[in-house]
């Protein structure tokens, strides 16, 4: 069974950082696409990163392009989002996701991603 679990997530003041996790189960990041996404109260979830392991490649929304990382530990499968910079708008509940695939993970829209973890709440106080 598929499984993702994210952890990290937590209260911060502006200008902190944070490092979510996204554990998974039952399948090798490495052969998938992992993404990142966020919901904001009163918003629609959004895309934030995502990467391919098997080619390495990565991607951001220009929104958090420059103060977020992605990447992957295949030894522990697990995929990681550091969060530095972070600002009052980032507070969002973040999920991981993933699609089993080795393409570049960026083709993907939201509905392509078949496995969901139960999200982590980020609050950025200013």
């Known amino acids: 069974e598929v499984q993702l679990v994210e952890s990290g997530g937590g209260l911060v003041q502006a200008g902190g950082s944070l490092r979510l996790s996204c554990a998974a189960s039952?399948?090798?990041?490495?052969?998938?696409?992992i993404g990142w996404f966020r919901q904001a109260p009163g918003k629609e979830r959004e895309w934030v990163s995502c990467i391919s392991s098997s080619h390495g490649s990565t991607y951001y929304a220009d929104s958090v392009k420059g103060r977020f990382t992605i990447s992957s530990d295949n030894a522990k499968n697990t995929v990681y989002l550091q969060m530095s910079s972070l600002k009052p708008e980032d507070t969002a509940v973040y999920y991981c996701?993933?699609?089993?695939?080795?393409?570049?993970?960026?083709?993907?829209?939201?509905?392509?991603?078949?496995?969901w973890g139960q999200g982590t709440q980020v609050t950025v106080s200013s």
């Open positions: 996701a993933a699609v089993r695939s080795g393409s570049y993970c960026v083709i993907f829209a939201q509905v392509d991603f078949g496995s």
């Open positions: 039952g399948f090798t990041v490495y052969d998938y696409a």
